[in-house]
């Protein structure tokens, strides 16, 4: 486990700067991120740092009211969903989560503890709201984690 204080919208963007490179450094070819926090945490602007160090160009939206938001580019396939909405395990089966793809694929799940079957993760973020600040904690793979640490 680690702990992190982000200060602001930018330093949010930069955290998903080192997410990233971890990311393309890494010969996996598929990771799956589980995202907890309030609303308005800054879930979504972690994720658009992400993106955006990666090489994502366009917009990045919340998928509260779509449940999924999908970016394909590049050699990455990555979903973002939000699962605040879901009623029924039938709506996550239909988002098709196990589809095969031929690069990197990368999937952030939003309050997975609504899936109501455990699904393997390689990196949790809890996103906390601190006084004037955010509470980033990790939860995962060891060596995730360290080379998280390395790598900021």
């Known amino acids: 486990m680690q702990n992190h204080i982000l200060h602001g919208?930018?330093?949010t963007l930069e955290f998903?700067?080192?997410i990233s490179n971890l990311i393309q450094e890494s010969l996996e070819p598929h990771f799956e991120f589980h995202l907890q926090g309030e609303l308005?945490?800054?879930k979504t602007t972690l994720v658009r740092g992400i993106l955006r160090s990666l090489g994502?160009?366009?917009s990045v939206k919340s998928p509260t009211y779509t449940i999924c938001?999908?970016?394909e580019f590049n050699e990455y396939l990555i979903l973002h969903i939000d699962l605040y909405r879901t009623e029924t395990y039938e709506d996550i089966e239909m988002l098709?989560?196990?589809r095969r793809f031929d690069g990197k694929k990368i999937i952030f799940i939003e309050w997975p503890?609504?899936?109501k079957k455990d699904r393997d993760f390689d990196l949790k973020i809890e996103m906390l709201h601190a006084e004037n600040s955010r509470k980033i904690v990790l939860i995962g793979d060891t060596i995730l984690?360290?080379?998280l640490k390395a790598n900021k």
Request: charged share 35%; aromatic share 8%; proline share 0%.
């Open 145 to 147: 984690l360290n080379s």
């Open 56 to 58: 994502w160009e366009g």
């Open 9 to 11: 919208e930018n330093e």
């Open 113 to 115: 503890e609504n899936l």
């Open 96 to 98: 098709d989560l196990g």
């Open 40 to 42: 308005g945490a800054g």
């Open 69 to 71: 938001e999908e970016y």
């Open 16 to 18: 998903g700067k080192v």
